[in-house]
T-cell receptor, first 115, second 114 residues
Framework: AAGVIQSPRHLIKEKRETATLKCYPI?????VYWYQQGPGQDPQFLIS???????DKGSIPDRFSAQQFSDYHSELNMSSLELGDSALYFC??????????????FGPGTRLTVL | DQQVKQNSPSLSVQEGRISILNCDYT??????FLWYKKYPAEGPTFLIS?????DKNEDGRFTVFLNKSAKHLSLHIVPSQPGDSAVYFC?????????????FGTGTRLLVSP
């Protein structure tokens, strides 16, 4: 069965550079979530989208922006990267209406390293 | 402010024995709880969940217990198998719809030795 796809899997950037992370949800899923997991920390919710509209917002820095496109894939854009942005970024997808939490599936993550 | 806490970063158990992973939460508004299993280089995978109206949910070798008054839940794995070795995350949410974000604990690394 198709799973959530994230690209790239690994990304190395310098401070003050920009990065774009992509997430392709499971087919028919219309809701996408982004989580950030720092070293030794719990995954923290950043932002979510339903039907291309932002549905919820968590602890996402102003330097980050995200959107969901008409094909439901989502991109997380990160600018002015800082060392503290080094983390594993997970994307999850689900059905919004009619969906259940235990049917929220996670991608393998993108590991971002900022040097 | 850590709303979901897993105070044991690691746990070692012998194959065939019971593994008990614990989780505490502070927000009494949480009404749905989940356990995720995570292998290296993979995303978290849903394992088992429980609604706040229940105190126990069982699925094969996995049982989750919820004590609302203590704001505590635990995951029991019986019998433990080497393939269960992974990081286990406890998570909580304010509901069980497809729109809910998850609040995670920091995880417990379980090692099951043969």
């Amino acid at each position: 069965a198709a799973g959530v796809i994230q690209s790239p899997r690994h990304l190395i950037k310098e401070k003050r550079e920009t990065a774009t992370l992509k997430c392709y949800p499971i087919p028919r899923h219309d809701t996408v979530y982004w989580y950030q997991q720092g070293p030794g920390q719990d995954p923290q919710f950043l932002i979510s989208f339903y039907e291309k509209m932002q549905s919820d917002k968590g602890s996402i820095p102003d330097r980050f922006s995200a959107q969901q496109f008409s094909d439901y894939h989502s991109e997380l854009n990160m600018s002015s990267l800082e060392l503290g942005d080094s983390a594993l970024y997970f994307c999850a997808s689900s059905l919004g209406i009619g969906g259940r939490l235990n049917e929220q599936f996670f991608g393998p993550g993108t590991r971002l390293t900022v040097l | 402010d850590q709303q979901v806490k897993q105070n044991s970063p690691s746990l070692s158990v012998q194959e065939g024995r019971i593994s008990i992973l614990n989780c505490d939460y502070t927000n009494s508004m949480f009404d749905y709880f989940l356990w995720y299993k995570k292998y290296p280089a993979e995303g978290p995978t849903f394992l088992i969940s429980i609604s706040s109206i229940k105190d126990k949910n069982e699925d094969g070798r996995f049982t989750v217990f919820l004590n609302k008054s203590a704001k505590h839940l635990s995951l029991h794995i019986v019998p433990s198998q080497p393939g269960d070795s992974a990081v286990y995350f406890c998570a909580a949410s304010l509901g069980n719809t497809g729109f809910q974000k998850l609040v995670f604990g920091t995880g417990t690394r379980l090692l099951v030795s043969p």
